[in-house]
């Protein structure tokens, strides 16, 4: 069952030669058409168009579990590869320009946000999952929601118990200014992504410095209260670098799709006004 | 229960093992006299009804659990390589074992039937929307079903564990190979049967045969009430076990069979552990208790050696000292060897010789092979190339005990000192061993710092099974590896020891441990008995209306049945797991072959 394995630094050396001896020869190519006084842009455009078709396929492939279609990583190897040639040859093909018009504005929009959408999903799901790995626990993502909830709860029934026990109202003022909102919905989207740990450092330090005003009982309370605000970060934390691993997709495909229709749109017009073109 | 659907709970017997047959023709239902006539014959005839409890019956376990298999001349009875999953007791005839490596295409193994690439992409295409959803006709209890008993025979119902019995051993070949003849009353089988192994030979009829073949949930129960045919059989079941094991061994390939045999009398079967060790395993893991010290020691570090041990199956923890407690660097499995280092030492330095190196538990329940050092030395040794010896580890051959990470000796498939591509970290072996990971033939393991959870693998999975993933891609982790909770297809399965009927066995090809969903009564055992907590009960749906759950009208509860991870056996290209997951961060692992995984391992 074992397959052969590759070093990653290796395969990387060798896939990143070769899309460079692909966009060298594609650059020959064009330019040797060029001094030939041949076209070059609809050898650029045409090429592009099947690389985008051959990028989208890999969508298709993950639907398909079953039929012999290679594994989902040789495709993703495949689909980085391309990709990375498809920037060059969209450069070349765009002739270094900026758009002009409101359709080759859109289509060049397309492109460069499904590249760019793709380049930034390679680096995160390069370097995420390493972040994720470090803390202690695995969390389901999708138990996420209810975990959440469970935490807010046991939060709020130590401030209920805290109001019992000390018949002061000290922490549960803290709470509802402070930390009803933490609570409820994921916070701190934006630090967790960028591995900052300050907003929950500096909840459990405000927490921490009401300890003057507080009881034994309440103490002890918040003590828990503390291990629950550090739960909840954790889940947070989960729920932002998670979400972002899954959700890049979300604005990657869709763009996709729009680069395809504006792509096949640019080409059906292309050739039907191409009279200048032998 | 609203929207539910009333559907018949089924039962351990609902499908007799005679009915349990691919071929239509072949299914017989045993009947009175059949059953009169086996209990006026041995072993049966000095079995005591009063022995066995009213649920279980020796005529019902007789009526149910076997079944009468006529074979002509040469037909092939069982495959030497096949997982077993019954025994054979000869009621007529002869039947001739082979005590050869036949070559698997001439024995007809039977290949499990994949479904073609338009097959599966249809299966994916047309799914049902609701998950676990059944074809309810295909089961005994079913309406539909009970229909079509009434022409059984005229219609194919296809039970996927039985082997095709129909192929023939070429003639010439037959004459030629080595064998020895089983006369009427014999018993054979039990051996890969009981112990959850692969079939030691192959066996043929020999001359027309008719055989009672024993599905081993009734083999076990027989063996349970009768106090006789337990000591028979495992008096057998050491003998054989013996004997196979020591045909089997690499080391003792090089000697002539009456050398062999001379072996065999003098060695010793010893076995450790418990058979249903996994009860214990799960208390153990419930109280968080130090491993160690509930594993039987089968030699310590720092004794003479007295004799070669030879793992017969299960499995063994090679540790040695460190400090005030004990490091665990290695694991031994089926076949491996124990001592064999300091063995051959000693014979070689008769005034300077060393003490075992290593301490030898048992991980569950080991059964071994022991020579003694006499025998081993006058036998054995002679035969083995020098290259063939380990060298001994560098802290038998000095006063102290060294730093281990200098020392640690060589792995299963390599030196695991330090972490190269070709070592496996010590760590790691530990927490493979320490969890008994090491059961697994096909354990999945998700390296963490490439898996960015976007669960490719668990829709993968899903889509081939009916809409409900077969693992939890969760688990127990270590470094930055996770070892999901997905079946591993244990070397020692031992989630089917307790079945009462067969649902949940190997295929005869591969060993995959899959479950039968048409005989699965839903009863739990296996789930329960899975140590490692990797199979789940499921409720089920009827196809023809899956917006409900199928519901027992008895008990008013719903139809469960077992699943698990099949490792895709119907489907090309091996687990959809692995082959989905885009950043090449899952693979099914054989523990008992850490070799081909080390790069991926240490990459």
């Known amino acids: 069952m074992a397959e052969p394995v590759i070093a990653i630094t290796k395969r990387r050396a060798l896939g990143g030669s070769l899309a460079l001896v692909a966009i060298v020869a594609i650059g020959v190519l064009m330019l040797s058409r060029g001094l030939a006084l041949r076209d070059t842009a609809f050898f650029s455009g045409w090429l592009l168009l099947l690389m985008c078709l051959f990028l989208a396929l890999y969508n298709l492939r993950k639907k398909l579990t079953y039929p012999p279609l290679m594994r989902s990583a040789t495709w993703l190897q495949l689909h980085v590869y391309v990709g990375l040639v498809s920037i060059a040859v969209f450069v070349m093909h765009s002739g270094f320009k900026w758009p ?59 401030i209920v118990e805290s109001v019992k026990q000390a018949d002061t109202t000290t922490l549960s003022d803290f709470y509802a200014k402070s930390l009803a909102t933490y609570f409820a919905t994921p916070r701190n989207y934006w630090h967790h992504v960028f591995e900052s740990r300050v907003p929950v450092k500096r909840m459990c330090a405000d927490l921490k410095r009401l300890d003057r005003y507080l009881c034994d009982k309440e103490k002890a309370i918040a003590a828990q209260l503390d291990e629950l605000i550090r739960a909840k970060d954790n889940l947070d934390y989960h729920w932002a670098v998670q979400g972002t691993l899954k959700g890049w997709l979300f604005i990657h495909i869709p763009l996709t799709y729009g680069l395809l229709l504006f792509a096949v749109v640019h080409a059906v017009l292309v050739h039907a006004f191409d009279g200048s073109v032998s | 229960m609203p929207g539910a659907q009333t559907f018949e709970k089924p039962e351990r017997w609902d499908l007799p093992f005679s009915q349990d047959l691919p071929n239509p023709d072949e299914r017989r239902d045993m009947t009175e006299h059949d059953i009169g006539r086996l209990m006026s014959i041995e072993p049966f005839c000095h079995m005591d009804p009063a022995n066995f409890p009213d649920r279980l019956p020796l005529r019902g376990i007789l009526a149910n659990d076997t079944r009468i298999r006529r074979y002509n001349n040469g037909d092939v009875i069982v495959r030497q390589g096949d997982y077993g999953n019954s025994a054979f007791l000869i009621l007529n005839g002869k039947a001739r074992v ?99 192994i692969q079939r030691s030979a192959t066996v043929v009829a020999d001359g027309e045969a008719v055989l009672l073949e ?174 063939e010896i380990p060298p001994l580890p560098a802290w038998s051959t000095t006063s102290d005990t060294p730093p281990v990470a200098d020392n640690v000796p060589p792995a299963r498939g390599g030196s695991a000192a330090t972490t190269s591509s070709k070592q496996l970290n010590p760590g790691l072996t530990e927490f493979l061993v320490e969890n008994r990971f090491i059961n697994g033939t096909a354990t999945m393991v998700i390296d963490l710092d490439r898996c960015t959870r976007c669960d490719d693998c668990v829709r993968a999975c899903a889509t081939g099974h009916t809409n409900n993933p077969r693992f ?83 008990a008013g509860k719903p139809i469960a049945k077992a699943t698990k991870c099949d490792l895709c056996n119907e489907h090309h290209g091996g687990p959809a797991c692995q082959r989905a997951c885009p950043h090449d961060a899952l693979k099914r692992v054989d523990m008992r072959e850490l070799e081909p995984h080390l790069p991926w391992l240490n990459r």
């Open chain 1, 100 to 158: 002009t018009g409101a359709f080759e504005t859109l289509l060049w929009l397309f492109y460069t946000g499904t590249a760019a959408s793709g380049l930034l999903g390679l680096y995160i799901t390069r370097t995420f999952p390493p972040f994720l790995t470090r803390r202690d626990e695995e969390i389901i993502f999708e138990r996420i929601p209810r975990l959440r909830r469970e935490v807010r709860e046991q939060a709020e029934a130590l």
């Open chain 2, 98 to 196: 082979i005590l050869e490596t036949l070559d698997p295409k001439l024995v007809g193994r039977q290949v499990t039937k994949k479904r073609t690439a338009w097959e599966s992409l249809v299966s994916v295409i047309t799914r049902p929307r609701m998950p676990e959803v059944r074809d309810t006709s295909k089961y005994p209890q079913g309406h539909r079903e009970r229909e079509q008993t009434q022409q059984r025979g005229a219609n194919e119902v296809a039970f996927v564990q039985d082997v095709s019995n129909v192929l023939r051993v070429d003639s010439d070949l037959f004459n030629k190979a080595r064998s020895e003849v089983m006369q009427t009353g014999q018993v054979f089988g039990e051996l890969a049967a009981l112990g959850r």
């Open chain 2, 214 to 387: 024993i599905r081993w949930q009734g083999l076990r129960d027989l063996r349970k009430f009768d106090e006789t045919l337990r000591k028979h059989i495992d008096d057998r079941f050491r003998k054989r076990g013996l004997a196979a094991t020591l045909r089997a061994a690499p080391l003792l390939n090089k000697l002539t069979e009456g050398a062999v045999a001379k072996v065999a009398q003098a060695a010793i079967f010893e076995t450790y552990g418990s058979y249903d060790w996994y009860g214990s395993y799960q208390q153990l893991r419930k109280r968080d208790e130090d491993p160690l010290k509930n594993e039987p020691v089968i030699a310590s570090e720092g004794h003479y050696p007295n004799g070669l041990l030879i793992i017969r199956a299960g499995f063994a923890r090679l540790s040695h000292r460190r400090g005030n407690g004990e490091q665990t660097y290695s694991y031994l499995g089926k076949g491996q060897v124990y001592g064999l280092a300091e063995l051959a030492y000693n014979a070689k330095n008769p005034h300077k010789m060393v003490p075992l190196s290593s301490t030898l538990r048992a991980v569950g329940y080991v059964d071994v092979v022991h020579i003694p050092t006499k025998l081993f030395e006058q036998m054995i040794l002679p035969h083995i190339p020098a290259d």
């Open chain 2, 472 to 554: 939890i891609r969760h688990g127990v982790v270590f470094d930055h590896f996770m070892v999901a909770n997905a079946c591993m297809h244990c070397a020692d399965p031992v989630c089917m020891i307790g079945c009462p009927t067969g649902a949940i066995h190997r295929t005869a090809e591969g060993g995959v441990v899959v479950i039968n969903d048409v005989t699965c009564i839903g009863c739990g055992t296996c789930a329960a008995s899975c140590p490692y907590d990797n199979i789940r009960m499921v409720d089920i749906r009827d196809e023809d209306n899956p917006d409900a759950l199928l519901v027992d009208p008895r």
